[in-house]
């Protein structure tokens, strides 16, 4: 018994070298590109937000299961205790975005958030109450709201096996951090697809001027849709269909797949203005290409960090003094929404590396290098114009 379990552990570790193995592949800026004309933070993620960390749980195992869990926390503290203004934005909504309702209705979010895979939505939902309960301070709670997105990644992913389990969930809370975000095919972009190529987890941010409020603008895409790729407005199947095999994942799935864009931000924002945002950073779809199909969920999910506007969950005043930015001064943070939305979800293209998984099936991931010359040749014209 003991010798087939370490045969079995071998095999294990042996198939997660063979899917990681791949040599390390750029992100869009390594790559000699540059997305729209704002400067992006130190670390070009949504980590630049302070206080804003990020956990990934990946999950490969045997042939069929490709699959994983994300979590993006707002801030360091008791978020229960001390609730952040949110909003939520919908493209369209073929999605099972958990908790949405709450926080349209009050405008703030007191959980986590979890990405995961469609059918792994209340499991999460289940692991973040746990969570939350569990923390000093919340002794007494007995109403929480967690927030879950999802995409569907069960052409990869044997997604009815429902892979995903509670401590898959809490271990990607516990794993959370500041730094650097990984990108690509792990966590919640597991088993995900984008425009026909291997999608995944990508990140960006922008940072505005000091005369705009220097405040920061973060995002993180979870990308799993279809359309024509796009890249810096221009269609890359010109070039690709005269290299390399478009197309190698036949999934009619992708004319239906998904999208779930996290924003944050250190500016002041109310519920409002944070809405106004997210529908902004829904703008990195259409410019990479996408066009919100029928069966497509397409969300974003807005949140201010800025302690000046978060909610105590304890208070005994009747009225709540905050500050926040004027609607005059959205325009900028619009711009950065805009931008760095498009950024991660290039982001999660380039850093993706093939998987292979259920039934076989393959998702190649960007021929990134076979698209050098001709994004060369675009680059230099545009600086030359």
């Known amino acids: 018994m003991k010798n087939w379990l370490v045969v079995f552990l071998i095999f294990q570790l042996l198939l997660l070298i063979n899917l990681h193995s791949e040599e390390v592949r750029p992100r869009v800026r390594e790559f000699g590109l540059k997305i729209g004309v704002m400067d992006p933070g130190p670390l070009n993620a949504i980590t630049d937000v302070p206080g804003v960390k990020v956990g990934h749980k990946t999950i490969i195992k045997g042939k069929n299961i490709r699959t994983g869990v994300t979590a993006i926390i707002p801030h360091g503290g008791n978020i229960f205790q001390e609730k952040v203004p949110a909003a939520i934005y919908v493209a369209n909504g073929f999605g099972k975005l958990m908790g949405s309702t709450q926080v349209e209705e009050l405008g703030y979010l007191e959980t986590p958030i979890i990405l995961t895979n469609t059918l792994s939505v209340p499991t999460a939902a289940e692991a973040i109450i746990d969570y939350i309960l569990s923390l000093p301070g919340n002794e007494q709670v007995e109403s929480v709201n967690p927030v879950v997105g999802e995409t569907n990644d069960g052409w990869l992913n044997d997604i009815r096996a429902r892979a995903v389990r509670k401590e898959d969930v809490l271990e990607a809370i516990q794993k959370a951090t500041s730094g650097p975000v990984e990108e690509g095919s792990v966590g919640a972009g597991t088993g995900t697809i984008c425009f026909n190529f291997k999608g995944g987890i990508g990140t960006a941010s922008r940072k505005l001027p000091e005369n705009r409020g220097g405040y920061t603008v973060g995002i993180l895409v979870q990308t799993n849709f279809g359309g024509v790729l796009q890249i810096r407005g221009l269609p890359v199947d010109r070039w690709l269909k005269k290299k390399v095999e478009i197309g190698k994942v036949q999934n009619s ?17 109310d519920s409002r203005n944070l809405k106004r945002l997210a529908k902004r950073a829904l703008l990195g779809i259409a410019r990479t290409g996408g066009y919100y199909s029928n069966g497509s969920g397409d969300y974003a999910i ?4 800025a302690p000046q506007v978060r909610y105590p969950h304890r208070d005994n005043s009747l009225t709540q003094k905050i500050e926040v930015l004027r609607n005059e001064a959205m325009s900028a943070l619009f711009q950065a929404a805009a931008e760095a939305s498009e950024e991660a979800i290039l982001n999660s293209l380039f850093k993706a ?11 190649e991931p960007l021929p990134v290098e076979e698209l050098k010359p001709w994004l060369e040749k675009i680059k230099n014209e545009k600086e030359s114009n």
């Open 253 to 269: 799935a992708q004319d239906s797949g998904s999208c779930m864009i996290i924003v944050a931000t250190d500016a002041p924002l």
């Open 302 to 305: 807005a949140f201010s960090t």
């Open 353 to 363: 590396s093939r998987i292979e998984g259920k039934n076989g099936h393959i998702a």
